[in-house]
């Protein structure tokens, strides 16, 4: 065995024990393994070493794959999850001798005696034979010399499953209709959730006025290629690490036979936010716009639908909603399938290591850095040297209490309650528990957590007062954070990824904080830069005084930082290449937030008794204001509700 005290990724010697009573080893088999010390110099013969004190055994907080699974024996990433002391130092064995790395996430608001300690989740890589039984075991020291260990037992099924993708749709989109699609996603699906035409026109006419000013790609860029997007089903697991199917998204540029086409020094992998499903290649989606923006420029780009979405074998069952180690091991698995399929060898460079800039926002952004980090540990077979993460909810379970705290009237203002708004918050509680609840050993039913369709006040003050029957529910929590990571500059291996992390501090969906502390917990050690100050502007402001509906500056900043992620991968490229491959902007980025302006407007102006309620309830200085912008757009639609508004 090899010590982990590094944290660095190691190989074990293989240990075939010849007794497992109830899946933990007896000292003596521990010795028998290598497991036990000895010091240098003559040993003498009447005087036989003491046998070392036996490993107190610890219980599995989650493992994947689960206790008893037959896996694919393909697979390659596992996780072995409990709880221990800060002061443990780790080693791994195993028959398929394991390697990886140890993240420990720091435990807190616990009513038990865990409280202070650390959740640890060991991300182990090995390679399987078909029909094998394995067993991985996690020994642990600590600084007073006691000993522990954790063992996670299950076996690789008898057939391994076809490489490759399999396609189940497809579509073909030339350069023009690559360009289109953005301009039609704006006028038909961005700032619906306003209900009121005349804020909606206000509200897209500011977003106009950030266009012009800061974006330099969205909307100003034609595309150089059409695109092919497919939509593909792979193999891999389910929550539990049994085989199973998930479905993905593929977009690539349209390039026939094209002799002279170069291959980007890079694919994109994107991590979808809530409620997409990039796989329907459906124009209302957002990640699937992107993924055809990006391919337009060259780029192959892999979009995975979490287990629960899409067509795969979970389809009617929870998704893996922030669930970091599920998300992760799915998004590894679809990346080295679509390299293994020679539709796509093209676009990338394997069999040399293929390097991937990984891109998430919101829900997206939290599986973007699980992603990171369970290809740092070795569960994946490329590298990851750009890594673009915005808005997520990286402490999730601070912004879980956060909500908790509303419900019951104890939020004090801090950041992670003060902006909850009950009926759009409350609803992503609902979707954070079910997957907790069927897919690991919380020890809750729905019935402890529900009131009917609501959060029973029982639960609400349980998890807030620290009643301990519900601290396993919170240890999952907090290991689907990242905020909360202890010394990850010394777990991971000499970084050579950028990482990006952007956060408006006017969101109040997902509030900053969550950002704030995960770059704390990257620095230092990594290479980190923060755009903590997107979003941020007067325009901004204005904007979030303007509409009562606390997500939309949290949409309408994931725009600005997909123009910020596409021009730094075109300044990238340039870099690289010595020239732009992306053509010089042509469009004003502004058009299409303008052409939504008078769609609204239009409607607006159809409603007489909504625009009087709205200019009721205004004072005239900011009538005017609105009025004043809308004549500056010079636009028929506009100038006429200026008019109505502030004649």
Not at 310 to 329: C, F, H, I, V
Not at 585 to 606: F, K, M, N, S, Y
Not at 641 to 647: E, F, G, T, Y
Request: aromatic share 6%; hydrophobic share 40%.
């Amino acid at each position: 065995m090899t010590d982990l005290s590094s944290g660095r990724p190691h190989t074990a010697k293989p240990c075939v024990p010849a007794v497992v009573v109830a899946g933990i080893l007896t000292a003596a088999l521990l010795a028998g393994c290598g497991g036990g010390g000895g010091g240098g110099g003559s040993r003498s013969s009447d005087t036989p070493e003491a046998e070392p004190p036996p490993a107190a055994p610890v219980p599995l907080t989650d493992g994947i794959p689960a206790p008893g699974v037959a896996v694919d024996p393909s697979a390659r990433g596992l996780n072995v999850i409990h709880v221990g002391d800060g002061d443990w130092r780790f080693e791994y064995d195993g028959e398929c001798a394991p390697t990886g790395m140890a993240f420990r996430h720091a435990l807190v608001d616990l009513g038990g005696p865990d409280d202070g300690r650390e959740v640890v989740d060991h991300k182990l890589a090995c390679p399987l034979e078909a029909g094998a039984g394995y067993e991985v075991r996690v020994d642990a020291t600590a600084g007073d010399g006691s000993r522990y260990r954790a063992v996670l037992e299950f076996r690789a099924d008898t057939v391994e499953s076809p490489r490759g993708v399999t396609v189940l749709d497809s579509t073909t989109l030339s350069r023009r209709a690559v360009d289109r699609l953005f301009d039609r996603y704006v006028r038909e699906a961005v700032l619906a959730e306003i209900d009121i035409p005349v804020v909606g026109a206000l509200a897209a006419l500011l977003v106009a006025e950030i266009a012009a000013r800061v974006w330099t790609e969205l909307g100003a860029r034609e595309a150089t290629y059409g695109v092919v997007s497919h939509a593909v089903t792979y193999a891999s697991r389910s929550p539990s690490g049994a085989a199973a199917t998930l479905s993905g998204l593929v977009a690539m540029p349209e390039i026939g036979e094209d002799p002279g086409f170069a291959r980007l020094g890079r694919v994109v992998v994107l991590h979808h936010a809530t409620g997409s499903t990039p796989s329907r290649l459906g124009s209302e989606d957002g990640w699937y716009v992107l993924a055809n923006l990006l391919a337009g420029r060259g780029y192959l780009v892999v979009a995975p639908d979490n287990w629960g979405r899409g067509a795969d074998s979970g389809a009617d069952q929870p998704e893996t909603y922030l669930m970091a180690n599920r998300t992760a091991n799915n998004a590894l698995d679809m990346v080295r399938e679509v390299l293994a399929d020679d539709r796509y060898r093209r676009f990338h460079a394997a069999p040399e290591t293929v390097d991937a800039a990984l891109v998430g926002y919101s829900q997206g952004g939290h599986s973007t850095v699980a992603h990171w980090l369970a290809n740092a540990a070795g569960g994946g077979e490329h590298a990851v040297h750009e890594v673009h993460a915005g808005g997520g909810p990286y402490d999730l379970q601070r912004s879980f209490l956060g909500i908790l705290h509303v419900l019951n009237g104890s939020c004090a203002g801090d950041p992670w309650c003060r902006d909850v708004d009950v009926d759009v918050h409350v609803p992503y509680a609902f979707r954070i528990l079910p997957p907790l609840l069927r897919y690991t050993e919380a020890g809750l039913t729905p019935g402890d957590v529900l009131d009917g369709e609501r959060l029973s006040d029982a639960f609400v003050t349980g998890m807030l007062d620290g009643e301990e029957r519900f601290d396993a529910l919170k240890t999952m929590l907090q290991l689907n954070s990242f905020a909360n990571l202890v010394d990850l500059a010394g777990t991971m291996p000499a970084a050579d990824t950028r990482i990006h992390l952007y956060h408006s501090p006017l969101d109040r969906l997902v509030p900053q904080q969550n950002s704030r502390e995960l770059a704390a917990a990257l620095s230092p050690g990594f290479d980190l830069t923060t755009h903590f100050g997107v979003c941020d502007s007067s325009v901004y402001e204005e904007l979030a005084d303007l509409v009562d509906t606390v997500g939309v500056i949290h949409a309408i900043c994931a725009f600005d930082m997909f123009d910020r992620v596409l021009r730094d991968l075109r300044l990238g490229e340039a870099a690289r290449a010595g020239y732009d491959r992306v053509g010089p902007a042509r469009v004003d980025p502004a058009l299409a937030w303008l052409g939504l302006a008078e769609r609204r407007a239009a409607a607006a102006l159809a409603d007489p008794d909504a625009l009087a309620a709205f200019r009721a309830a205004r004072p005239a200085w900011e009538l005017h204001r609105h009025a004043r912008r809308l004549r500056a757009a010079e636009s028929a639609p506009l100038r006429e509700l200026a008019d109505r508004l502030h004649p």
